[in-house]
């Protein structure tokens, strides 16, 4: 019996929790996920600082009119004037200089007049003016990141000024991909057979998942063969995710249903109410995660865009909904649509701003040229009826 493609989602992506965690290094934590809130291990900035280059002055000291002020010293980034500032005094003051005791102003240098001992400027007062007060980013013990936060660069450069230089993040789930299929050659080989097909899906899964964060290794690929599977099967041991690749099918030499459940898997379900993409395993072995995709290079892709790389991110604790795209206008017609969900392969043309979708031609599940030269996935619901060019439909950028 097949499901729909929102059941799948739901057994295999909403059901799972995100992985331990792991204290990583601060630079490497870009793409992950805060498995705790971070408090601040200090104040920032640490004192009053001038925003300003110019000169610290008590506002008092100020009256609208020429006014000269005794110049008694200077307060640059990390070297603070050492004394208080008085009535009718001044202190040369540079951006990111320690405001002086007493002053609560900073005259800009333009605003001034400086002598070798004194400064004459027609300033007002305007107590708090170019100052920036200590605590105003943030205070020591205060959450700077709330637990769930997806980790960026700007949250790397924040958490780096709150006194970090290593976070607590959900771990990086480990995928080991297995690819199956006598016909399977690797794509190095030099000398092709016409019977022969590149294992092209293996790298391309990989590359997806890799830059999705996930720490994924590639166990080979092996024939199909009962026993030459059950041994490949074991190498995913450790493993938080096996993606295996072909054989999902029922067909006299599609074993890996046969292998995996040999090794413990507990099926879930083996049929998605989707193209291309329908005989796709889902179960679990042991703490690991199976995903049986279909063989064809087009199908196993559309499956890993939508089922692989949203676990993965619910693995990392990143918000994983399923994959609903963004609304745009046919360029053309649209026949009606069977009672499978249909994800059909589509390049953007048009303008910046007036895209519109146009369907590839042949949209056969092995072709992928089609695929590398579209730009994403039109989403069809089951039975759709015609849709004229100009409709808005869902659509899944790559």
């Known amino acids: 019996m097949m499901i729909s493609v929102e059941d799948a989602f739901k057994r295999i992506v909403e059901t799972t929790k995100p992985l331990t965690t792991e204290k990583i290094v601060l630079e490497k934590a870009s793409g992950r996920v805060l498995a705790a809130p971070l408090t601040a291990r200090r104040t920032q900035p640490g004192a009053d600082m001038s925003a300003m280059d110019g000169y610290a002055v008590k506002s008092s000291s100020l009256t609208g009119k020429p006014t000269t002020l005794k110049l008694i010293g200077e307060s640059a980034a990390g070297s603070p004037f050492p004394s208080a500032c008085g009535d009718g005094e001044v202190v040369r003051i540079f951006t990111g200089g320690i405001v002086p005791e007493g002053a609560d102003q900073v005259v800009v240098q333009e605003d001034c007049t400086a002598e070798a001992d004194s400064v004459t400027t027609a300033i007002g007062p305007e107590a708090g003016r170019h100052i920036r007060l200590a605590g105003i980013d943030f205070a020591v013990k205060q959450i700077v990141l709330d637990q769930g936060t997806y980790i960026s660069p700007k949250s790397i450069g924040l958490a780096a000024s709150a006194g970090y230089d290593h976070l607590m993040v959900h771990r990086a789930p480990k995928v080991a991909i297995l690819a199956t299929g006598d016909e399977l050659v690797p794509p190095g080989k030099k000398d092709f057979e016409p019977f022969e097909t590149v294992n092209s899906t293996a790298p391309q899964i ?9 720490e994924v290794t590639i166990l080979g690929q092996t024939g199909d063969d009962l026993k030459a599977l059950k ?10 995710v096996l993606i295996t690749i072909g054989g999902a099918s029922v067909g006299d030499k599609d074993f890996m249903q046969q292998a995996l459940a040999s090794e413990g898997m507990a099926l879930d379900f083996w049929k998605v109410a989707m193209r291309p993409g329908k005989p796709l395993i889902f179960g679990t072995m042991g703490q690991t995660k199976v995903l049986g995709l279909p063989g064809n290079p087009v199908s196993a892709f559309v499956c890993a865009l939508l089922f692989a790389r949203p676990l993965v991110d619910q693995m990392m604790g990143r918000p994983a909904p399923l994959p609903t795209g963004v609304s745009l206008p046919l360029a053309a017609d649209l026949a009606e649509n069977g009672p499978r969900q249909h994800y059909m392969r589509a390049r953007l043309v048009g303008e910046p701003g007036s895209r519109h979708l146009d369907p590839a031609v042949a949209q056969d599940s092995s072709l992928v040229s ?10 069809r619901e089951p039975n759709a009826p015609v849709t004229k060019a100009g409709t808005m439909v869902p659509f899944l950028p790559f």
């Open 206 to 214: 990989s590359a997806l998942l890799s830059d999705a964060g996930a």
């Open 231 to 240: 041994a490949a099967v074991k190498k995913a041991a450790g493993a938080d």
């Open 370 to 379: 089609v695929l590398a030269q579209c730009d994403g996935l039109i989403v």
